[in-house]
Structure formats: structure tokens, C-alpha cells
């Protein structure tokens, strides 16, 4: 097989210059301070709330352990309320409370939790739903609001694909009960691994930041059985570098899905989501739909003619959360359930679309593309 280029992968993580990493580096050595809410960690802390325009960030050592933690803050207990289009550790944060996850399907034009689908599946049980920002895609975060409001329900929204993405100017962050993210390498922004809680008054954030340090809350006093959570120095160091780079990298990932958008116009049975109106956002994915008849070929066979050319797409989200080994004999894992989800998961491929992506990659990709 003739290869045009090196491997292009679905993402590649963008690094600031390691000679001022190697500053950060020198610091952490003469301080001795490794981890434990030193120095870094409470400057990202800062420079994260000003980015991003919220209150109260806790940092974590990554998103999972961000969003287990999120669900103990709030004693989230029974039912919860979620989508089975997301990445794993969505649900899978569930599990250690023993929580069942109740699958409610998507609204085919954001990819989100369909707000008009809560309803029905909330039961005495239900006590959060757990939306996710699928793509970095803002959710309807106005209907899941009044729907928690008259039902009684928390909100933890799975904000991992997001970054400094707004509604008409307001934070998506300041949304919800508790917003997780993630700062691991495959994110728009990264700390090699990380993760983050946001949330909305002193008192929680103190509380957080105590489960991520086993629950203490002074020298002797622990107050709940909490994780080990922490980010430690490097990571910090490396969001703080990162942060000096972010705008130029949402800027040339805005670039590419762009030009993107304008390359893969009408081709026939191929689609993509717009920019949502009234929202800036982070283009962490690039994400398209094939229909099969339209198109001429499935999904499956794009993804494996892209590969037989060394471009290596992933197929986010597929297989859905609900069809794997963990979930079955859910009643709302069962197929059929989430007709919308289980087409979209079928019809999905996300194209390489990163910072260093180069111009000529993304025609070649759009060239293979055409020519199927
Ligand atoms: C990446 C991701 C997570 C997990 O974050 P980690 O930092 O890798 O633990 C959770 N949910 C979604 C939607 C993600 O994309």
C-alpha cells in the first residue's frame, strides 16, 4: 500500500516549547514542592477561573476522578439520568456509588441529551442527570434547568470536551450544579492528564478540595472518605504554559473545521454540525455523519480506506456507552431504546483536526473522502 504521509491521528496534543518548560522544571526542583496544592497548583487555580470566566475550580489528577468526586459532593444516589453517547467514563463514574444509569437518547442535531426525553425516564429514584457537552457543543442548558427545578434533580454536566466555550457570553461552566473537565493529552487543552470541578460558592469548592485529599479537613480531622485526586506540580506548570498558547490553538483548530466545512460541502450523504447560534467554541472534534445509501458506502468502509492511507479517524462515540458488556440488562440499554443515538453511533467518524494539522494533510483527507 502506497503511503502518502506519516499516520495522522484523530488528534495530537499541542506542546509549548520545552526550553520554558524546563523553567517551570527548575522551580519545582528548587522548591522541593512536588504535589499538595503547591505554588503552580494555586496559580492555575487562578488563571483558570479568570480564563474561563467561573467562580471556583478544584484541579484534579484527571477528569474520572473529577467526576466521582463531583457525584460524592452532591450524594448522588438511585437513578441518574444520562446519555449513552459519550465516552465511558460518563457512566462508568456511576458504578462506584452504585448507581444505575438510566440512557436517554439524543437530540440528532447537537448529539446532546435530548431535554424533551428527560421527563419520562425521571422515577422516585432519579436524583441528577448527567448531561454531556458532546463535542464541546453546548447542551440545552436552559430546558435541563427547569426540568431539574421542578423535579428536585442536581446537575453534573460532563464538560470534558469543553474549553472557554460560552452562550451569548456566559461561561457554559456557570451552568449545572458541578461541571467536570478534563485536561488529559487528547483534550483542546492539556496537563498531560488533568481534570478539573467547577463550581459555584466557597463553601463547595473547600469541600472538594478536601475529597480530592482523602477527606481531610485539618491536620487530624477527616471529614469523608475521599480519593487522592490532586494534580500535582508538572501538571500544573504544564496548564499554566498551556494557557499562555490556548487562544492561538482554539484559533487554528477554528481554522481547520472551517476549512473543513467549506472542503466537504455538498458531497452527498455526508454531514457535519454548524456553529451553534450565539456560541464561541472550543472545536475539539470534527466530527461526520455518513449515510450509507446516500453516500455509497458505510462508515466502516470510509474509516477503513482513511486508514489504508495512514489517516487514522476515530469513531466517537461507537460503540454507544449502553452497548457494552457493563450496561446490559438495563432496561434503557436495551436496542431500540435510543433510536437516535444507535444510528448516529453507526454513521460517525471524527476527522484529524489539531493545531499542527497541516494544510495539505486535511486536503488529502478531503481528497479520499471525495473520491469514495
Ligand atoms: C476524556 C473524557 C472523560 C475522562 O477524562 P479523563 O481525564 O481521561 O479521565 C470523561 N468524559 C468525557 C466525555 C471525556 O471525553
New binding site residues.
Partial sequence: MKKETDSVHVTQPHLPPLEEFQGYLEKIWESKILTNKGPYHQQLEEELCKYLGVKYISLFA??????ITALQELKITGEVITTPY??V??THSLWWYNIKPVFVDIDPETCNLDPEKIESAISPKTSAILP?H?YGNPCNVERIKEIADIYGLKVVY?A??TFGVTINGEPVLNFGDLS?M???A??AFNTF???AIISHDEVTKKRIDNLKNFGFAGETKVVAPGINGKMNEIQAAMGLLQLKYIDSVIEKRKQIVRKYRRLLKNINGLSYLEDFPGVKHCYSYFPIFIDKEEFGMSRDALYEKLKQHNIHGRRYFYPLISQFPSYRGLDSALPGKSPVSERITEEVICLPAYPDLEDKQLELIVEIINKA
Fill in positions: 484527571n477528569g474520572t476522578l473529577a467526576l459519550s465516552f467514563a460518563t454531556v458532546v460532563d470534558c470536551h467536570v478534563s485536561f488529559h487528547t483534550k492528564e488533568g481534570g
